[in-house]
T-cell receptor, first 116, second 114 residues
Framework: GAVVSQHPSWVICKSGTSVKIECRSL??????MFWYRQFPKQSLMLMAT?????????EQGVEKDKFLINHASLTLSTLTVTSAHPEDSSFYIC????????????FGSGTRLTVV | AQSVTQPDIHITVSEGASLELRCNYS??????LFWYVQSPGQGLQLLLK??????LVQGIKGFEAEFKRSQSSFNLRKPSVHWSDAAEYFC????????????FGAGTRLFVKA
């Protein structure tokens, strides 16, 4: 089945540094990917929609300059958390739609980011 | 505004007992409905989905869900829970807005006791 591989699974970084998270679709092409943020014991909050070959679409309240999204190819989308701060610590998950979303979504395994 | 409600924040059931997780949605038309499961520190896995047709849908891991239009509900059930079913369960609605935008419920944490 369709698989999205997300790396790294966890990362610890110092305040002020940047962290890149990658999501790859392994056996299918994903023209669109979604990036979510999940706080402990909460649901997923959609941050942005990544579109291959064009700019990402950000949800209201999400800082574009802090959360840089690049969708360089049909199988790779990246989220870069720039100048990270402790409040950026969270669980980040990517997903790709199946059949444009009508088939549900396949999710990456998530990245636990801790900023110290 | 469209919304998805999972009224139970957490549920505890005994191993071997039956399970029902509730989900209600608010949307003008019949949306695409999904249930996902998330184990701690993991991404989400699709359990089942409903688009149209038979209102009782079967999913993986022995789960099923029933769509009830009159109640705007899509409750998830399992006849006999296993300890490995302990996880977070999310109901989701996909709205056809040109593409499909998905709205997730707040989730229900399932605890299974021996």
């Amino acid at each position: 089945g369709a698989v999205v591989s997300q790396h790294p699974s966890w990362v610890i970084c110092k305040s002020g540094t940047s962290v890149k998270i990658e999501c790859r679709s392994l056996d299918f092409q994903a023209t669109t990917m979604f990036w979510y943020r999940q706080f402990p014991k909460q649901s997923l909050m959609l941050m942005a929609t990544s579109n291959e070959g064009s700019k990402a679409t950000y949800e209201q309240g999400v800082e574009k300059d802090k959360f840089l999204i690049n969708h360089a190819s049909l199988t790779l989308s990246t989220l870069t958390v720039t100048s990270a701060h402790p409040e950026d610590s969270s669980f980040y998950i990517c997903s790709a739609p199946l059949d444009r979303g009508a088939g549900g979504y396949t999710f990456g395994s998530g990245t636990r980011l801790t900023v110290v | 505004a469209q919304s998805v409600t999972q009224p139970d924040i957490h549920i505890t059931v005994s191993e071997g007992a039956s399970l029902e997780l509730r989900c209600n949605y608010s949307y003008g038309a019949t949306p695409y409905l999904f249930w996902y499961v998330q184990s701690p520190g993991q991404g989400l896995q699709l359990l089942l989905k409903y688009f149209s047709g038979d209102t009782l849908v079967q999913g993986i891991k022995g789960f099923e869900a029933e769509f009830k239009r009159s109640q705007s509900s899509f409750n998830l059930r399992k006849p006999s829970v296993h300890w490995s079913d302990a996880a977070e369960y999310f109901c989701a609605v996909a709205l056809n807005t040109g593409g499909f935008k998905t709205i997730f419920g707040a989730g229900t944490r399932l605890f299974v006791k021996a």
